[in-house]
């Protein structure tokens, strides 16, 4: 019987440009934000392991072993520590084996932490550096890039179901208002439609990164990290933490080929609909149960993939859904209450982490004025590693569920 | 030689301009930023806008803003030939600054582009409104630009994929000394202008008058906690 693990520290730089900054020093913010949060600080050599996810600290930063800086930045030796590296799923992963970690009984307590300092280098060479994980002779050797990728699956999708540029620029509103009011995000800016889709000035203000995708359908490079504390919650030790421990009800991931072009069906995101049902068949939950959700909006467009492949619209109609207002906060299944990557940024390590950040201040009920869920009860994140071909599912809950 | 005798001789000649006429853009956060040139009798308003920025090493604010600075009051004490200035405001606030210079019919000298408000793409919009003057308005073939920091390098060098004639140094250089020198040129510009560069005129009265009367900005984004 595995054991309960349960979420009882939190910490989070906020997002944006911190290419001044170390990397081991923009997660040991993080680290100690998430310490301080669980009164752990004092004690942290009382963690029994670190994992840190990261996907190309030796690309950005020409820096590699970023986990054994960072326990020594933190003054934690000699507490074990081990990186993990799952594209821009890295920080869900690092989760993922974090649980494992916990719940096989190897460890009691488990610092996670995900962090990126991108804009060392420029938005074009950090765009290179994330393509390096396509296929190497089938798509990056061609030129692919994601902002690609994310430019011909929405063109697809459009084609297909009738969707819009206007209905991107629907989530990027929803997505920057939610960020507008999110302390920790990259872009606090909100936006409106008139500005970036119905205005005579919209095709400039707004323009094509790669074309039907606009500059507000597309996430910005961002620096920053996330950090979770992690226990188990069937041990004594759990006693030691005053917070309510969030609990991690599921947790999964899956795989799909590595070469979009070799997928049955190229709009098809079968990782993300594995990982979320493998989720869902360890929390003992549905998509109907899901009061909240993180989704891995990199392009607007995976907002909208990702919420019908876990099952929360039928295939085709969640841009429908949007047009409503369902998934606006306050709505019926709020999603990208932080802003998403849309607007609170992608530092690509860290996002799977933040999404879970963003899990447990909405559960807590922490989440600022005006971006708070009613009564959430499950909260769900999916962190997308490649273009879609390893995916991490996770599903939070209150501490009395 | 009576003062006002010699003042006369240190001053430059000046070719009459052509004005800038005002537009409107509406910028993704749904403000209007009204772009008009700025007047002579402004020059106190845009200095005391500049000044706290000097103190800012960050993104390379301080040579950008001390430099502008300079370049503002050569223009209004009549040091520099030909030289425009351009401002971006909303509801009246200063929110980006350009400097630039018509050297002659064939040739524009871009100095500087401070932006204040960030996050909106104020300063992409004031340095194509920049590029609009120079090729549309006043004729030049081409613009000579330089970047001071790498946000500049890749807003301007890159995005436009100005013409680089660093080789040709030292016959073609900027005149803000020997960094590399970029270009760019009306073909350049006739292929970007239509992705770049915005803007509604003429001018909606009110948003005109919103912006009659500049005022210096309460608060920088690049100075937390500012205070005037």
């Given at each position: 019987?595995?054991?309960?693990?349960?979420?009882?520290?939190?910490g989070?730089?906020?997002?944006?440009?911190?290419?001044?900054?170390?990397?081991?020093?923009?997660?040991?913010?993080?680290?100690?934000?998430?310490?301080?949060?669980?009164?752990?600080?004092?004690?942290?050599?009382?963690?029994?392991?670190?994992?840190?996810?990261?996907?190309?600290s030796?690309?950005?930063?020409?820096?590699?072993?970023?986990?054994?800086?960072?326990?020594?930045?933190?003054?934690?030796?000699?507490?074990?520590?081990?990186?993990?590296?799952?594209?821009?799923?890295?920080?869900?992963?690092?989760?993922?084996?974090?649980?494992?970690?916990?719940?096989?009984?190897?460890?009691?307590?488990?610092?996670?932490?995900?962090?990126?300092?991108?804009r060392?280098?420029?938005?074009?060479?950090?765009?290179?550096?994330?393509?390096?994980?396509?296929?190497?002779?089938?798509?990056?050797?061609?030129?692919?890039?994601?902002?690609?990728?994310?430019g011909?699956?929405?063109?697809?999708?459009?084609e297909?179901?009738g969707?819009?540029?206007?209905?991107?620029?629907?989530?990027?509103v929803?997505?920057?208002?939610?960020?507008?009011?999110?302390?920790?995000?990259?872009?606090?800016?909100?936006?409106?439609?008139?500005?970036?889709a119905?205005?005579?000035?919209?095709?400039?203000?707004?323009?094509?990164?790669?074309?039907?995708?606009?500059?507000?359908?597309?996430?910005?490079?961002?620096?920053?990290?996330?950090?979770?504390?992690?226990?188990?919650?069937?041990?004594?030790?759990?006693?030691?933490?005053?917070?309510?421990?969030?609990?991690?009800?599921?947790?999964?991931?899956?795989?799909?080929?590595?070469?979009?072009?070799?997928?049955?069906?190229?709009?098809?995101?079968?990782?993300?609909?594995?990982?979320?049902?493998?989720?869902?068949?360890?929390?003992?939950?549905?998509?109907?149960?899901?009061?909240?959700?993180?989704?891995?909006?990199?392009?607007?467009?995976?907002?909208?993939?990702?919420?019908?492949?876990?099952?929360?619209?039928?295939?085709?109609?969640?841009?429908?859904?949007?047009?409503?207002?369902?998934?606006?906060?306050?709505?019926?299944?709020?999603?990208?209450?932080?802003?998403?990557?849309?607007?609170?940024?992608?530092?690509?390590?860290?996002?799977?982490?933040s999404?879970?950040?963003?899990?447990?201040?909405?559960?807590?009920?922490?989440a600022?004025?005006?971006?708070?869920?009613?009564?959430?009860?499950?909260?769900?994140?999916?962190?997308?590693?490649?273009?879609?071909?390893?995916?991490?599912?996770?599903?939070?809950?209150?501490?009395?569920? | 030689?009576?003062?006002?005798?010699?003042?006369?001789?240190?001053?430059?000649?000046?070719?009459?301009?052509?004005?800038?006429?005002?537009?409107?853009?509406?910028?993704?956060?749904g403000?209007?930023?009204?772009?008009?040139?700025?007047?002579?009798?402004?020059?106190?308003?845009?200095?005391?806008?500049?000044?706290?920025?000097?103190?800012?090493?960050?993104?390379f604010?301080?040579?950008?803003?001390?430099?502008?600075?300079?370049?503002?009051?050569?223009?209004?004490?009549?040091?520099?030939?030909?030289?425009?200035?351009?401002?971006?405001?909303?509801?009246?606030?200063?929110?980006?600054i350009?400097?630039?210079?018509?050297?002659?019919?064939?040739?524009?000298?871009?100095?500087?582009?401070?932006?204040?408000?960030?996050g909106?793409?104020?300063?992409?919009?004031?340095?194509?409104?920049?590029?609009?003057?120079?090729?549309?308005?006043?004729?030049?073939?081409?613009?000579?630009?330089?970047?001071?920091?790498?946000?500049?390098?890749?807003?301007?060098?890159?995005?436009?994929?100005?013409?680089?004639?660093?080789?040709?140094?030292?016959?073609?250089r900027?005149?803000?000394?020997?960094?590399?020198?970029?270009?760019?040129?009306?073909?350049?510009?006739?292929?970007?202008?239509?992705i770049k560069?915005?803007?509604?005129?003429?001018?909606?009265?009110?948003?005109?008058?919103?912006?009659?009367?500049?005022?210096?900005?309460?608060?920088?984004?690049?100075?937390?906690?500012?205070?005037?």
């Amino acid at each position: 019987m595995p054991a309960n693990v349960g979420i009882v520290g939190i910490g989070h730089t906020r997002f944006g440009n911190s290419s001044e900054y170390d990397l081991a020093d923009v997660m040991a913010y993080a680290a100690s934000d998430a310490l301080q949060d669980a009164e752990f600080l004092e004690r942290r050599r009382e963690i029994d392991q670190v994992i840190v996810g990261n996907m190309a600290s030796g690309l950005f930063c020409h820096q590699s072993a970023v986990a054994s800086s960072l326990v020594s930045r933190m003054d934690m030796e000699p507490v074990p520590a081990e990186l993990v590296e799952n594209g821009p799923a890295s920080g869900a992963s690092a989760i993922k084996i974090g649980y494992m970690a916990v719940a096989s009984g190897m460890a009691d307590i488990v610092l996670v932490v995900g962090g990126e300092v991108m804009r060392k280098v420029s938005g074009w060479i950090a765009t290179d550096h994330v393509a390096t994980m396509l296929h190497t002779e089938a798509e990056y050797n061609m030129g692919l890039t994601l902002p690609a990728f994310g430019g011909m699956f929405t063109r697809l999708y459009m084609e297909k179901y009738g969707l819009t540029e206007r209905d991107l620029a629907l989530l990027a509103v929803k997505n920057h208002r939610n960020g507008a009011r999110n302390t920790y995000a990259h872009i606090q800016l909100p936006c409106t439609i008139e500005a970036i889709a119905d205005g005579p000035d919209a095709a400039v203000v707004n323009n094509y990164v790669a074309e039907p995708l606009r500059m507000y359908s597309t996430c910005p490079v961002s620096d920053g990290a996330a950090a979770l504390l992690l226990v188990n919650m069937d041990s004594p030790k759990a006693r030691d933490f005053k917070k309510r421990p969030v609990r991690i009800a599921g947790v999964a991931s899956a795989t799909d080929t590595h070469c979009v072009h070799n997928r049955k069906d190229p709009l098809r995101l079968e990782a993300v609909r594995l990982a979320a049902e493998k989720a869902y068949r360890m929390a003992g939950v549905g998509p109907k149960d899901i009061s909240f959700a993180e989704l891995h909006d990199a392009f607007s467009i995976l907002e909208l993939a990702i919420s019908e492949e876990v099952g929360f619209f039928e295939r085709g109609k969640s841009f429908l859904a949007v047009r409503r207002g369902e998934t606006d906060i306050g709505g019926r299944l709020p999603i990208n209450t932080s802003g998403g990557l849309k607007a609170k940024g992608h530092p690509v390590g860290a996002t799977g982490v933040s999404q879970a950040v963003e899990l447990v201040r909405q559960l807590r009920g922490e989440a600022e004025e005006g971006r708070q869920v009613k009564n959430p009860k499950y909260g769900m994140s999916v962190n997308f590693g490649g273009f879609g071909n390893n995916v991490v599912a996770l599903i939070c809950a209150k501490g009395e569920d | 030689m009576s003062i006002d005798e010699m003042e006369k001789k240190l001053r430059p000649p000046e070719i009459p301009l052509k004005p800038y006429l005002p537009k409107v853009i509406t910028l993704a956060s749904g403000e209007k930023m009204v772009v008009r040139e700025a007047r002579r009798e402004e020059t106190g308003t845009l200095l005391g806008t500049i000044y706290p920025l000097i103190g800012v090493p960050t993104d390379f604010y301080d040579i950008v803003a001390v430099r502008m600075y300079a370049e503002l009051l050569g223009w209004y004490r009549y040091r520099v030939a030909n030289e425009f200035v351009i401002v971006g405001a909303v509801n009246g606030v200063i929110a980006g600054i350009v400097t630039s210079r018509h050297v002659s019919s064939k040739l524009g000298m871009s100095l500087h582009t401070l932006t204040i408000k960030r996050g909106l793409r104020v300063g992409a919009q004031l340095f194509a409104a920049k590029m609009e003057h120079h090729l549309d308005d006043l004729g030049e073939e081409e613009v000579h630009i330089v970047a001071e920091s790498p946000n500049g390098f890749k807003r301007w060098m890159i995005e436009y994929q100005l013409e680089d004639r660093s080789s040709q140094f030292p016959e073609v250089r900027h005149e803000l000394g020997g960094v590399p020198t970029y270009v760019l040129t009306r073909k350049l510009w006739e292929a970007v202008r239509n992705i770049k560069c915005t803007g509604t005129r003429p001018v909606p009265e009110q948003d005109l008058k919103s912006a009659e009367r500049l005022i210096m900005p309460s608060e920088y984004p690049q100075i937390p906690g500012f205070k005037r």
